[in-house]
């Protein structure tokens, strides 16, 4: 579960609330936004980081490629589109990115590890159609 330990039941549960009524922006994973859309709704989940909301749980709720896994990955760099390894690197482990534009979508990323030619990170990402 990603809830983390640290976090009393009520934090958990009134964030939550919230994040269900955000989560009301778009039910439907396949969907694709404009880029206006996109970029918008990233900067929303953003501030939700900002303020203290699990990655994990944000992830789950809004990532276009988040399965159970809280969006994470483990990717051969050389595999990376090159904005989005240079976003990774700027990172260490732990550190969450502000919002960026990679060539199919927007994302923010938390490092777990680099190491050698392997990233590992968290995901989250907005597609958004031209």
């Known amino acids: ?68 896994n809280c969006g994470e990955s483990t990717e051969q760099v050389s595999k990376l589109d090159k904005s989005f390894y240079e976003e990774l690197a700027k990172l260490k482990p732990g550190q969450v990115s502000q919002p960026f534009k990679a060539s199919h979508g927007y994302h923010i990323v938390q490092v777990n590890n680099i190491s050698g030619q392997t990233a590992s990170y968290k995901e989250i990402v907005i597609l958004y159609s031209n």
């Open 1 to 68: 579960m990603c809830v983390d330990k640290k976090y009393p039941m009520k934090y958990v549960l009134t964030s939550l609330l919230s994040l269900l009524t955000l989560a009301s922006f778009s039910q439907d994973k396949t969907a694709l936004f404009s880029e206006k859309e996109a970029s918008e709704k990233i900067n929303t989940v953003y501030q939700r980081i900002v303020k203290g909301d699990d990655f994990c749980i944000l992830a789950k709720i809004f990532s276009d490629n988040a399965a159970d």
